[in-house]
């Protein structure tokens, strides 16, 4: 694993479309924002402009989404500058045997939804991705080999993010959804404390009376 990812330890990383989303992440303290696969410039549909806006206004690190085993996605996000990759498994893989080595050749910090996973995923920051919470508590009961894991999936509260760190996960990715929410940039704060004080219950039942 990439050592630049134990910034992100007890951190929360957030999924945004566009710089509005970027900026409001990194206002509530997010520790890093990854660009939605749809509207990265490798999507046939994708904006250019998009990446470039949120590289030139935030601080904080941008990863992007691209498929797994596509060496020319990658290769063409390292050049325009992100400073991470996110192999999606929501997206279709291409399988290519020098994938791996490519990428650690690079020295690229990139995380894995964990079924994208090879022999030589130690390269990886691993991903559990799920919309299950269930799934996702369960999988982390099991042995892994890395001592960094993300969480990935339908984790939309203070208690859901409370929960994932206090089965041992060491950060969360919260997914684009969010910025659906009426009054978004306080529940992404809210949601940022929880995983600060995921373990202090006086804590979280704070959060929770201010968030209506």
């Not at 694993?1 to 710089?19: A, Q």
């Not at 939605?36 to 690190?61: F, M, R, V, W």
């Not at 306080?186 to 202090?200: C, G, P, R, T, V």
């Amino acid at each position: 694993m990439h050592l630049l990812f134990e910034t992100f330890r007890g951190g929360l990383l957030f999924e945004v479309k566009n710089l509005k989303e970027a900026q409001m992440a990194e206002n509530a303290g997010a520790v890093a924002v990854i660009l939605n696969y749809d509207c990265s410039p490798i999507h046939n549909e994708g904006n250019a402009k998009i990446l470039e806006d949120i590289l030139k206004n935030i601080q904080i690190p941008v990863i992007s989404a691209f498929r797994a085993g596509h060496l020319v996605e990658a290769e063409l996000l390292i050049n325009i500058g992100v400073w991470g990759l996110y192999a999606d498994s929501r997206l279709d893989k291409i399988y290519m045997p020098d994938y791996f080595s490519y990428l650690t050749e690079k020295d690229l910090p990139v995380i894995a939804d964990i079924r994208n996973f090879n022999k030589k995923q130690e390269a990886f920051a691993p991903v559990i991705r799920n919309k299950s919470l269930k799934h996702i508590i369960n999988k982390m009961k099991q042995p892994h080999l890395q001592n960094f894991v993300l969480a990935a999936g339908d984790i939309k509260t203070v208690s859901d993010v409370s929960l994932v760190r206090r089965v041992g996960y060491d950060g969360v990715i919260i997914d684009n959804e969010i910025f659906e929410l009426e009054k978004v940039e306080h529940h992404l704060e809210n949601l940022i404390k929880a995983s600060f004080y995921y373990d202090q219950s006086e804590e979280l039942t704070k959060i929770l009376s201010k968030i209506y």
